[in-house]
């Protein structure tokens, strides 16, 4: 199957200058993804909210990305991936303005979500536009490039949340994204060849994509609430179910109707499924510790936001080091090795910060955001370019949306479960200390539903007597930490888990040798 494009630019020169564009719009949306969570404590105060609702204004805009993700890729087939990237650049600048002038916390979670439409239409039309306009080496340093800014986006954006939220104020968050928008957009508009499938079916799959849409809500809800209202709660219970019943739904959706949103033969890519497992976990983990590492240094350490921003950056060192080295080992390998291998060293940083503590020396936050960094720059262009470079032509849309999908849902899922452990971890000492302090069961509830800094949990001790004010949330804040450690613990199992998994789902063989070979490949457009 052909990949139409129209007229496009003709030069080296303009072809780099439209992977910056592509590359700054996929930047836009990993840096909204990860700047707000060093904004929470300052936003807790403006918008009067608890930090369930909060973490539901962090976790909106993966949600909504995550569930329409996929028919953003099958769009950009049909309609055109630059045509998609644009609107998706657009709609993301302009509901950005809804979540800046938000008065209180619901009109900001409207707002995340609403941005939440646009990122979905740029991920994956970045992705798709890479291999209609390069081949060979560049496309490999192409992809490379795209996964530093994705990476950088994500481990820089806690260091710019808190600079722009200490300087400015939390609301230029949103507000820098109209400059950046309409600068992009017009670039784009400028260096970028159009790019489609011309055989495509025009037939969208509206029920396969409310079903999975649906099934992605209902998990995250429920992993978002079950450690407030408990696990045991009929709607936590229920919820689960309907993930579960929803899943099996769309399986036999996809199976029987004539033009899929996810056409299933791609999941029998055995290298599409590693890569696809290995993307989800190592975006579960690495969005799920960011946002706690960065409420624990404000509300446990005592940093504003900017010095806990800038403190989260040896992960992006490690990052931009590492990104070229396992490009090399690609090259020469093949992606299995290198993303096993980043996916051990990953677990290996999971397990150094472990040991934290409400008193632990910085050297070993840096030490263990720098392993985890290194980790993720070895397997991120393997993973990549597996999913996306690496698939048959008319599957490049659907393979691109599901990549991404797995990536926003693996970060929304990483803030839910790291939060539920780090609760369940922490509730027992926390509760303990607050009930010993003779405290009402209302004021206890609300000190365990509050960060441990706010103001919130310190109206709910000021009856205390200051001695032993100090000493409840001394042991609040121990227990909070301890939570965090043992969470991040749990979490490496989990990475050395998916590691096994890979390591059988994924052919021994290099990718190049056991990729199919498909009748019509990139190689024709890319004489054009």
């Known amino acids: 199957m052909s990949d139409a494009k129209t007229a496009g630019p003709a030069t080296t020169g303009s072809r780099w200058l439209s992977l910056a564009a592509i590359c700054t719009a996929a930047g836009l949306v990993w840096l909204a993804f990860a700047d707000l ?88 039309a970045t992705l798709a536009l890479i291999p ?16 530093a800014v994705a990476w950088g986006g994500q481990a820089i954006g806690p260091a710019i949340g808190g600079i722009l939220t200490s300087g400015l104020g939390w609301q230029w968050l949103f507000w820098i994204n109209i400059p950046l928008g309409i600068a992009t957009y017009f670039i784009l508009r400028a260096s970028t060849p159009e790019s489609r499938d011309p ?73 599409y499924d590693g890569a696809l497992t290995a993307n989800l976990v190592m975006n579960l983990a690495f969005g799920g510790l960011s946002y706690l590492l960065v409420l624990w240094l404000q509300n446990v350490r005592g940093y504003g936001a900017v010095e806990a921003g800038l403190l989260m950056l040896p992960s ?60 993720l720059g070895v397997l991120s262009t393997p993973i990549s370019n597996t999913a996306v470079g690496d ?17 926003m849902v693996g970060g929304a899922l990483g803030v839910a479960v790291l939060t539920a452990l780090t609760r369940g971890f922490s509730a027992g000492a926390s509760e303990d200390a607050l009930r010993d302090a003779g405290l009402s069961a209302a004021d206890i509830e609300t000190a365990k539903n509050a960060l441990v800094g706010s103001a919130s949990f310190q109206d709910a001790i000021a009856q205390l007597p200051a001695d032993l004010g100090r000493s409840v949330t001394a042991a609040v804040a121990a227990g909070f930490s301890n939570g965090i450690a043992d969470a991040l613990l749990v979490t490496g199992g989990i990475v050395l888990a998916a590691l096994i998994v890979v390591r059988f789902l994924w052919p021994g063989r290099s990718r190049r040798e056991s990729a199919p070979v498909p009748t019509t490949r990139k190689a024709d457009e890319r004489g054009r």
């Open 37 to 124: 969570g060093v904004a929470i404590p300052t936003m807790a105060e403006d918008l009067h909210a608890d930090l369930s609702g909060l973490q539901w204004a962090n976790n909106a805009f993966s949600l909504v990305t995550g569930a329409l993700v996929i028919a953003a890729g099958k769009f950009g087939d049909i309609f055109g991936r630059r045509r998609m990237l644009g609107l998706g650049i657009v709609l993301f600048s302009a509901f950005s303005i809804v979540a800046a002038l938000a008065p209180n916390v619901g009109v900001l979670i409207t707002g995340r979500g609403l941005m939440g439409i646009g990122a979905a239409l740029i991920l994956p």
């Open 132 to 147: 209609a306009e390069f081949s060979g080496p560049a496309e490999l340093t192409a992809f490379g490039v795209w996964q």
């Open 199 to 271: 055989e495509a079916s025009r037939r969208i799959d509206w029920l396969g994509l409310a079903t999975i849409g649906l099934a992605i809500f209902a998990l995250l809800f429920a992993l978002t609430d079950g450690p407030a209202v408990g696990w045991g709660d009929p709607l936590v219970i229920g919820l689960l179910v309907a993930f579960v019943a929803l899943v099996l739904a769309w399986y036999a959706i996809e199976r029987n109707v004539k033009d899929p949103l996810v056409n299933l033969s791609l999941f029998r890519l055995r290298a």
């Open 316 to 375: 992006t060192l490690g990052i931009f080091l590492f990104i070229p080295q396992g490009s090399k080992l690609e090259s020469r390998r093949g992606g299995r090795m290198p993303v096993l291998i980043g996916l051990f060293v990953l677990a290996a940083g999971l397990a150094v910060l472990g040991f934290l503590s409400a008193d632990s020396t910085l050297w070993l936050l840096a030490a263990g955001l720098l392993v985890i960094g290194i980790g």
């Open 391 to 407: 698939v048959p032509i008319d599957l490049a849309g659907s393979a691109a949306g599901v990549f991404k999908m797995s990536s």
